[in-house]
């Protein structure tokens, strides 16, 4: 059982940045490949970018130059640097982690684009 707690949501303006935090909890996570992804107003949530456990990383088009996704095994965590943010960004960001055909997540982070 994996179990993720997401940090670092909040409001900012058109332009800011904003880094996202995952905290998995047990011995797996280096094994696993850890994504965020996002649910705008809509029934739709869409993937935004993951990791893999040997790092490699991939992203939407429309997040590409400005989110960047890492992980520190260490510490069982996966952050989303989110910089030159605009307001269609403005999502619930969910923590994802894809172990042995599992999906874990966590409760999501609200993050607010706004002038």
């Known amino acids: 059982q994996v179990q993720l707690v997401e940090s670092g949501g909040g409001l900012v303006q058109p332009g800011g940045s904003l880094r996202l935090s995952c905290a998995a909890s047990?011995?797996?996570?280096?094994?696993?490949?850890m994504g965020w992804f996002r649910r705008t107003p809509g029934p739709q949530r869409e993937w935004v970018a993951h990791?893999?456990?040997?790092?490699?990383?991939l992203y939407r088009d429309s997040v590409k130059g400005r989110f960047t996704i890492s992980r520190d095994n260490a510490k069982n965590t996966v952050y989303l640097q989110m910089n030159s943010l605009q307001p269609e960004d403005t999502a619930v960001y969910y923590c994802n982690a894809h172990l042995r055909m599992e999906d874990y997540w966590g409760q999501g982070t609200q993050v607010t684009v706004s002038s």
């Open positions: 047990g011995s797996i996570f280096s094994l696993a490949t």
């Open positions: 990791v893999t456990s040997d790092g490699t990383t």
